[in-house]
């Protein structure tokens, strides 16, 4: 069975400061896809970053950027620049390649402070 | 820009009580998904929808909880009875049959009281 481990419960940041938000997995598939998910406060989850295993370039976007490490199977989000809009939940997801189920982390809460 | 609606965005039952909550997939997506969020952890998987088949009820409570989806659109997922430690939030997705990514709804907070 997979699971994803958040161990960081939550992380509080200055505006225009760097959070890094760490997740480990564990599975024995070689192909699989890991993502973050960010739950602003009464709003929907909304992708950030998705991370195909198969790839080796860390996926960018924008402000966010992974730094994937497949053989010690962690996947951390670094967010750059940060803004009061970043609060929320973050959750680490992963998902293999032939099956539609995401797996979730516990979450880490990233309170960004003016 | 396309959402998964979800309704109704709150819900307050009494113990006992048969409540549902009522998902519209984006259009043309063929996957849908029901999770439940307790406070404070992750989404788990309750069930999975490809078209109208369920491909995935593994952890769905099935002496309580069942879901339909007739037509392979939209879906219904209901409780009865509703128990204390039912309260949660129900989060419903979507995403293409063959999609990477999966779009989610507002969900629905249930307080089962």
């Known amino acids: 069975a997979q699971t994803v481990t958040q161990s960081q419960p939550e992380m509080s940041v200055q505006e225009a400061e760097t959070v890094t938000l760490s997740c480990t997995y564990d599975t024995s598939e070689n192909n699989y896809y890991l993502f973050w998910y960010k739950q602003p406060p009464s709003r929907q989850m909304i992708l950030v970053i998705r991370q195909e295993a198969y790839k080796q370039q860390n996926a960018t976007e924008n402000r966010f950027s992974v730094n994937f490490q497949k053989a010690a199977k962690s996947f951390s989000l670094k967010i750059s620049d940060s803004q009061l809009g970043d609060t929320a939940m973050y959750f680490c997801a992963f998902r293999t390649d032939s099956w539609g189920k995401l797996q979730f982390g516990a979450g880490t809460q990233v309170v960004v402070t003016p | 820009e396309a959402e998964v609606a979800q309704s109704p965005r709150y819900k307050i039952t009494e113990k006992s009580q048969a409540v549902a909550f009522w998902c519209d997939p984006i259009s043309g997506h063929a996957t849908l998904y029901w999770y439940r969020q307790i406070l404070g952890q992750g989404p788990e998987l309750l069930v999975q929808?490809?078209?109208?088949?369920?491909?995935?009820d593994s952890q769905l409570p099935k002496d309580r909880f069942s879901a339909e989806r007739l037509k392979g659109v939209d879906s219904t997922l209901k409780i009865q009875p509703a128990e204390l430690g039912d309260s949660a939030m129900y989060l419903c997705?979507?995403?293409?049959?063959?999609?990477?990514?999966?779009?989610f709804g507002q969900g629905t907070r249930l307080t089962v009281v």
């Open positions: 997705a979507s995403s293409l049959a063959q999609g990477i990514e999966a779009f």
């Open positions: 929808f490809q078209d109208e088949s369920v491909v995935d």
